[in-house]
């Protein structure tokens, strides 16, 4: 069988939006997944090593995005942005099914999983 791949989802401060996606998925046996924040008030900070780690990227904006190739250059993982707004909590059940339908989505293009 082949690596599973490595999926890190970011947000701002990894409070609700990419803390909810790895709650979700952390028992998917098709890929790993972590979450961390591009802010510096993030409850787990992004490093070099979550990159170096990841197959693929998501983030929820696209200024997060900017902000992760201001800071860590272009020698990075492929990132995809989600659109998803700053406006849910932890576990939204709304958010939830938002995260499942683009990340599901995701896996299939870009893996075939």
């Not at 082949?2 to 989802?9: E, H």
């Not at 979450?35 to 998501?58: C, I, P, Q």
């Not at 995809?80 to 995260?99: G, T, W």
């Amino acid at each position: 069988m082949p690596t599973k791949p490595n999926i890190l989802v970011l947000c701002g401060r990894n409070k609700q939006r990419s803390k909810t996606a790895e709650e979700i998925f952390k028992q998917d046996q098709r890929f790993e997944i972590r979450s961390a924040g591009v802010s510096a008030s993030a409850d787990k900070k992004l490093n070099t090593r979550d990159l170096a780690w990841a197959d693929l990227v998501l983030v929820m904006e696209s200024d997060q995005r900017d902000k992760i190739i201001e800071i860590f250059g272009r020698q990075i993982p492929k990132i995809m942005v989600l659109h998803i707004a700053d406006e849910y909590a932890f576990m939204d059940p709304e958010l939830i099914a938002i995260l499942n339908d683009s990340i599901n989505d995701l896996l299939l293009s870009e893996f075939n999983i």
